[in-house]
């Protein structure tokens, strides 16, 4: 177990709808990361974010967006959803954003698109 | 940017027999970390092992240990008395340094481990 809690842990939605993914980081993490693992895309950052301000942007669509609030948790909110969104949905945090702290990943959001 | 090639898409060696698996990276920056990650089939990125472009040792890990080859852009893993629980996907990641805490993935190896 790492100490990262992602929820829910498997999500069915239609086209067009919108969803938040949910993630807890470890206790005392300040530092907040999400990534995608797709068939086609495989895994992709996201987004990072570092007690509560964004810090780093990766290929994240406009559809997409993310927040980091007062208490460190993190929600990805996905809208507009398209089929091709259906992935996993990984948070991962570290004890700052700083290069080389040790990323530790939740167990992943399983996001189906029908 | 970076980039990080796994050319082995799927692997298979017999429990107790050693495997190694491959990695190279492409990149400008002399100060960087690498690092393995281990995905089972409960589908968790479980942190293997991590190396320090600067530090010229290999890493090790108990039965986990990397072959690091600065000049060559190489970063293989060796696992030693494979065990069945070491079934799963291996993904070698790339890390800048001093440029926030992004990892670059590489497209995977599955490790199967044979009874």
């Known amino acids: 177990d790492s100490g990262v809690t992602q929820t829910p842990k498997h999500l069915i939605t239609a086209t067009g709808q919108r969803v938040t993914l949910r993630c807890s980081p470890r206790?005392?993490?300040?530092?907040v990361y999400w990534y995608q693992q797709s068939l086609d895309q495989g895994l992709q950052f996201l987004i990072q974010y570092y007690n509560g301000e964004e810090r780093a942007k990766g290929n994240i669509l406009e559809r997409f967006s993310a927040q980091q609030f007062p208490d460190l948790h993190s929600e990805l909110n996905l809208s507009s959803l398209e089929l091709g969104d259906s992935a996993l949905y990984f948070c991962a945090s570290s004890a700052r954003g700083n290069s080389g702290n040790t990323i530790y990943f939740g167990e992943g959001s399983w996001l189906t698109v029908v | 940017a970076q980039t990080v090639t796994q050319s082995q898409p799927e692997m298979s060696v017999q429990e107790a027999e050693t495997v190694t698996l491959s990695c190279t990276y492409d990149?400008?920056?002399?100060?960087?970390?690498l690092f393995w990650y281990k995905q089972p089939p409960s589908r968790q990125m479980i942190l293997v092992i991590r190396?320090?472009?600067?530090?010229?040792q290999n890493a090790t890990e108990n039965r986990f240990s990397v072959n690091f080859q600065k000049a060559a852009k190489s970063f293989s893993l060796k696992i030693s008395d494979s065990q069945l629980g070491d079934t799963a996907m291996y993904f070698c990641?790339?890390?800048?340094?001093?440029?926030?805490?992004?990892?670059?993935f590489g497209g995977g190896t599955r490790l199967m481990v044979k009874p």
């Open positions: 990641a790339f890390m800048k340094r001093n440029a926030g805490n992004m990892l670059t």
């Open positions: 206790s005392g993490d300040l530092s």
């Open positions: 190396q320090e472009a600067y530090k010229q």
């Open positions: 990149t400008s920056e002399s100060n960087y970390y």
